[in-house]
């Protein structure tokens, strides 16, 4: 297991080195999420306060649908010049790419949030009287569980002649749980009310994680070998 988690991180930087020479990824997941915040800035009155049960929803529109453009590109280039061709005859355990892969997508998105979530609550002139550590927390298992299934099915979608659409249609259904969880979660905390009442949410959230994370550690295998 630690050779596999070496292996992961070497992969997690070799992404995350090219990534930040390039920033082609990154640079499109932030200009998309800025776009969207400033449609809704202007959609909505920020001086309305019943605007502010919007935001909850809008943190995890942005972090679903810029990050499925960074998952689009997590296996797709990899097909460039036979690369993951590479990958799979290194001496290396196939389940290591899997989590570098999940690694570096994690990292992108959580760049992609810290940037854009501070900007979400400037325009909506949105003053956070929660708990900070409940919210980073919440967001973090979110993210997690979303990277978690969307790095597995970008890699069964990579083949695919159509995967940018093929992705997306696969992914957001699974996604409804965690969605519906880390949704209710995030407006518990930001509306002040009982941090008991998110414990279940986020308790149904690390579930999710854990579950997917087992299933697709060991299903992956099977993933590279069709490939």
Avoid: H
Avoid at 28 to 44: G, P
Avoid at 100 to 129: C, H, W
């Amino acid at each position: 297991m630690k050779d596999i988690l070496s292996d992961a991180i070497t992969i997690a930087g070799k992404d995350l080195s090219n990534e930040f020479k390039t920033k082609q990824t990154i640079g499109t997941m932030v200009i998309f999420s800025a776009l969207v915040i400033l449609v809704f800035s202007f959609a909505f009155d920020p001086t309305n306060n019943t605007v502010k049960a919007v935001i909850p929803g809008l943190i995890w529109v942005i972090t679903i649908f810029s990050g499925t453009l960074g998952l689009n590109r997590s296996f797709v280039s990899e097909l460039e010049n036979n690369c993951l061709t590479g990958l799979r005859s290194a001496p290396i355990d196939v389940t290591s790419i899997y989590l570098g892969k999940t690694l570096a997508n994690f990292t992108l998105v959580t760049i992609v949030q810290t940037i854009s979530i501070p900007v979400l609550f400037l325009l909506f002139n949105y003053r956070f009287t929660g708990s900070l550590l409940w919210f980073i927390l919440i967001v973090l298992s979110g993210t997690f569980g979303f990277i978690v299934v969307g790095t597995f099915l970008s890699a069964l979608a990579a083949n695919a002649k159509n995967s940018e659409m093929l992705l997306p249609v696969l992914l957001l259904p699974l996604l409804s749980p965690l969605m519906i969880a880390a949704v209710q979660a995030t407006t518990i905390v930001l509306v002040n009310e009982q941090i008991s009442d998110a414990i279940g949410w986020l308790q149904l959230m690390t579930a999710y994680d854990l579950l997917f994370l087992g299933a697709c550690f060991l299903l992956f295998e099977f993933i590279m070998e069709g490939s």
